[in-house]
T-cell receptor
Framework: AQSVTQPDIHITVSEGASLELRCNYSYGATPYLFWYVQSPGQGLQLLLKYFSGDTLVQGIKGFEAEFKRSQSSFNLRKPSVHWSDAAEYFCAVGGGGGADGLTFGKGTHLIIQP | EAQVTQNPRYLITVTGKKLTVTCSQNMNHEYMSWYRQDPGLGLRQIYYSMNVEVTDKGDVPEGYKVSRKEKRNFPLILESPSPNQTSLYFC????????????FGPGTRLLVL
């Protein structure tokens, strides 16, 4: 069965500093990988996704993520965070097959210090 | 505007009183799904539907029912709610295929007393 681990429950970063959120997945075949962001009181918004090709993917709001098959990882990065980036971030894995759904990690809560 | 809508956004009810949370999408998506979000547990799938009249259980289906009579609607039914169903619920939809992006509704916060 597929699974997603986000090792960091909370991360605190100073405004303007760089950010890396970790995501490890378990999946038998080539996974489809997603990062979503949930701002306070809001639904989930897709930041970026990977399913093939270039292992470095660019997303919205200046985020990028790198797929590393050897490490089963799909870490999210941003070179300089803004106060508006404070939110909950979810990594998810999906694949083919009948279910077609997503398996989510438990999320990482990002706090931005002024 | 392409969107997934849910109603109500907030609901307080009592144990055993049947309720329905509606979900509608205007993107002609085949696939629809319900998730619940609980602190420290992330999002877990309750039920999903690959198309009209085709539904199946997700990871946490106990205590819930769904129906898919029309392509755009996918209501979630709690026939006898219990306090452990207090949660934040999200509906999502997408085109068929694992690569497709799921679009989420704004969420329904449910409190069962």
């Amino acid at each position: 069965a597929q699974s997603v681990t986000q090792p960091d429950i909370h991360i605190t970063v100073s405004e303007g500093a760089s950010l890396e959120l970790r995501c490890n997945y378990s999946y038998g075949a080539t996974p489809y990988l997603f990062w979503y962001v949930q701002s306070p009181g809001q639904g989930l918004q897709l930041l970026l996704k990977y399913f093939s090709g270039d292992t470095l993917v660019q997303g919205i709001k200046g985020f990028e993520a790198e797929f590393k098959r050897s490490q089963s990882s799909f870490n999210l990065r941003k070179p300089s965070v803004h106060w508006s980036d404070a939110a909950e971030y979810f990594c998810a894995v999906g694949g083919g097959g009948g279910a077609d759904g997503l398996t989510f990690g438990k999320g990482t809560h990002l706090i931005i210090q002024p | 505007e392409a969107q997934v809508t849910q109603n109500p956004r907030y609901l307080i009810t009592v144990t055993g009183k049947k309720l329905t949370v509606t979900c509608s999408q205007n993107m002609n998506h085949e696939y629809m799904s319900w998730y619940r979000q609980d602190p420290g547990l992330g999002l877990r799938q309750i039920y999903y539907s690959m198309n009209v009249e085709v539904t199946d259980k997700g990871d946490v289906p106990e205590g819930y029912k769904v129906s898919r009579k029309e392509k755009r609607n996918f209501p979630l039914i709690l026939e006898s709610p219990s306090p452990n169903q207090t949660s934040l619920y999200f509906c999502a939809s997408k085109l068929a295929g694992g690569r497709e992006t799921q679009y989420f509704g704004p969420g329904t916060r449910l409190l069962v007393l």
